[in-house]
């Protein structure tokens, strides 16, 4: 028998502009997890400040606070006050790949990466891995999830054989930097790859590779990117947006087109840094500029994939 129920997430603050989707889970009197089949209803204490849906997507409507319950059919009740913030995202690191770049980064592998100019006259990050050993970069600083995080990057991806060419762009958390000092560079990157959230393109090897991009976040989910992904395989300069939203869901979208949102959170009381780079074999894969923010830009329509605005 149902003894409680409680929140399956430790979302407080609820941003203007975009929604968060609170889940609940059945626990017995010994803690044991039970299935939910009765419908559950939510409410909000205050519509003018938060509305929240069938699926328990709260949508923000103005700045304040309001109660939102969770019930299984009016017996097993569960709640929790949220804030609506109404603060816009801010911009907390941009980079533009300078020649002082080295001291914003950790680089790792053999072949060593570099900084080029590319298409356009544009610099950017080549990691240069050669299907032997990775090679990556890892940003020096690191950047809090609890309001949100996003990362907008430009990349060119000319991909001119079937394996070797894949390069992940990622937000990790939990990257111990003392281990690079004195590593062996021929051998895996001392990372441990714990909580992230990112994109790999492309997913797969083989023809049909470039027709498809990943996102791991928990469980790895892909996308079939169609036409778009002619020009990201052709070289041509295409932007990658990395968001992870405050309920700790990770979304990623090609040239301001969401595609992929994953399910299963990833912690958002954790510091994330960025993570580049893998395979690039007689090709040059590259990070061009980028700019990273706190909170959620609201110019890419997630709805269209399930997150409510």
């Not at 039970?34 to 929240?52: E, Q, Y």
């Not at 990157?189 to 990112?198: E, L, N, S, Y």
């Not at 892909?222 to 041509?236: H, L, N, P, T």
Request: hydrophobic share 40%.
């Amino acid at each position: 028998m149902i003894d409680r129920v409680v929140f399956t997430d430790s979302a407080s603050t609820i941003l203007t502009g975009v929604g968060t989707r609170l889940g609940i889970r059945a626990l017995s009197r010994d803690g044991a997890e039970l299935p939910i089949l009765a419908p559950i209803r939510w409410h909000s204490s205050d519509t003018m400040v938060a509305v929240v849906d069938h699926e328990g997507v709260v949508r923000a409507r103005r700045g304040g606070r309001a109660r939102i319950e969770a019930s299984l059919a009016g017996w097993r009740k569960v709640w929790k006050d949220v804030v609506v913030d109404a603060k816009p995202p801010i911009t907390v690191f941009e980079e533009s790949w300078d020649a002082a770049w080295r001291s914003r980064w950790f680089t790792f592998g053999t072949p060593q990466p570099e900084v080029v100019t590319g298409r356009e006259g544009v610099r950017a990050f080549w990691n240069r891995g050669d299907g032997t050993y990775p090679s990556i970069g890892v940003s020096r600083r690191s950047f809090p999830a609890r309001d949100g995080l996003g990362l907008e990057i430009r990349m060119s991806t000319p991909i001119t054989r079937s394996n070797w060419q894949r390069t992940f762009t990622l937000l990790v958390a939990g990257v111990d930097t003392s281990r690079f000092a004195g590593a062996d560079q021929e051998r895996e990157a001392p990372v441990t790859m714990g909580d992230f959230c990112g994109a790999m393109y492309p997913e797969r090897d083989g023809p049909l590779g470039p027709n498809w991009l990943g996102l791991s976040a928990g469980i790895p989910l892909y996308r079939e990117v169609g036409e778009a992904g002619k020009q990201m395989a052709s070289g041509q300069w295409w932007r990658l947006r990395l968001q992870i939203f405050p309920d700790g869901r990770c979304g990623v979208a090609v040239d301001g087109e969401a595609l992929l949102i994953a399910s299963e959170p990833v912690p958002v009381g954790r510091e994330y840094r960025l993570w580049f780079g893998y395979e690039s074999a007689e090709t040059r894969n590259l990070h061009g500029p980028l700019r990273v923010w706190t909170g959620v830009r609201t110019d890419v329509d997630w709805a269209r994939i399930g997150l409510s605005p």
